[in-house]
């Protein structure tokens, strides 16, 4: 079939030989062709992990809906109609508008890989700011340290102990949320589990000691029952948990106590507390970045010094090339006087009718010729 390279299954097979930069090609052309002139092209799936679509858009294919069997058996390139053959449907993980190809300049930033065509299919967008490409097993083992580190910090602030957390699957699941829900064991009062449902973060201590609690969320507008509460964030988790602490220990709860008491010290303590721990996580991450940014710097320093080492020796053998091309000079120049001087000679012997003469230079020439021969097939061995 006739068509632009970007658009036909050998053009597009050839894009795909040059591996992860031949992909970002593809889609820039494709996306361009249609940006600028309208184009309109066939569908592609392309190794069973994107689709390029009629008019420019480039996806990443969700994990659930891939093909079956692994992405390695089925043809590298299929057309519309083989893509509705081994598709049974198909959905765009990647999203609209957001490129679905890792980058070729960074890395996954928990496991410090590059990105290759080898590990491209295996892709997830992280929630931080600017979103960053992770392997999907990455950004689960990123969300469970994430999320591990941030409630624990919860009970802390909440004036518990110490709080021991276990991950446990995500019972909501479906929320833009997918990390782990957490079991915490508590000294204060017993078992306590927790996680982001949605906007809000579930708490419930139904395995625990504090019992039935509805009373102390009595003023809050949110889901509560006996021993289950929604908090509103972070902070407010904090609260709830900190009322569940001090109830069971049989102390009146913060908002009963007189205003400028010791209450007040404990919610300034406890803010900052919640600031402190707010830092820290913004340094691990920071820190995080950094040390990712150091890493390809010094790949970059490895790669240069390599070059470097090659242009050396690549400099090193024209030094030698030269300084044999000045010897071979200096020798082309001495057969050159040389011939010279023979011919000057027979010119004479020629002048003066000296025959003898003049068939000793000959003998001498030719012997000299056959030397010089000899020589230039020996360097010619060598
Ligand atoms: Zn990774």
């Not at 894009?15 to 600028?36: M, S, V």
């Not at 957001?98 to 892709?123: F, I, K, T, V, Y």
């Not at 004036?159 to 915490?184: E, K, Q, V």
């Amino acid at each position: 079939m006739d068509g632009p390279d970007y658009d036909t299954r050998e053009g597009i097979a050839c894009y795909l030989k040059d591996g992860l930069p031949g992909l970002h090609r593809l889609a820039k052309h494709r996306a361009a062709a249609w940006r600028e002139r309208e184009e309109r092209m066939g569908l592609w799936t392309i190794m069973g992990l994107w689709v390029a679509d009629e008019t420019g858009g480039f996806f990443q294919i969700a994990p659930d809906c891939r093909p079956d069997p692994a992405w390695q058996e089925i043809p590298p390139v299929m057309d519309k109609a083989e893509t509705a053959r081994v598709l049974s449907r198909l959905s765009w993980g990647g999203g609209a508008g957001r490129h679905p190809l890792p980058p070729l300049d960074d890395m996954c930033p928990q496991c410090l890989e590059g990105w290759s065509m080898r590990n491209a299919g295996d892709l997830d967008w992280g929630s931080e700011e600017p979103r960053r490409a992770y392997h999907a097993q990455c950004l689960a083992y990123r969300r469970h340290e994430d999320g591990l580190a941030r409630f624990r910090s919860l009970f802390m602030e909440a004036g518990y102990r110490d709080a021991a957390l276990r991950a446990i699957p995500n019972l909501y699941g479906s929320g833009p949320w997918t990390g782990p829900w957490f079991l915490a064991e508590t000294a204060e009062i017993g078992l306590v589990r927790v996680g982001w449902r949605k906007s809000v973060i579930e708490i419930d201590w139904s395995k625990g000691r504090a019992g039935d609690r509805l009373s102390l969320f009595a003023g809050e507008e949110i889901t509560k029952e006996a021993t289950l509460v929604h908090a509103y964030g972070y902070e407010k988790a904090a609260d709830y948990l900190r009322r569940l602490r001090l109830a069971v220990a049989g102390e009146p709860a913060p908002e009963d106590r007189v205003e400028g008491g010791p209450a007040e010290a404990v919610a300034l303590a406890s803010a900052l507390v919640a600031s402190a721990s707010q830092a820290r996580d913004k340094a691990v991450d920071i820190g995080r970045r950094a040390d990712a940014h150091l890493l390809l710097a010094r790949k970059n320093l490895e790669e240069a010094r390599v070059l470097g080492e090659v242009a050396a020796r690549n400099l090193e053998e024209a030094r030698v090339l030269i300084a044999r091309s000045d010897e071979r000079c200096a020798e082309a120049n001495a057969m050159n006087d040389e011939t010279k001087r023979l011919r000057d000679l027979m010119r004479k012997a020629i002048v003066d009718g000296d025959r003898a003469a003049l068939e000793k230079l000959f003998g001498d020439a030719l012997a000299r010729d056959d030397s010089h021969k000899r020589i230039d097939d020996d360097e010619q061995l060598s």
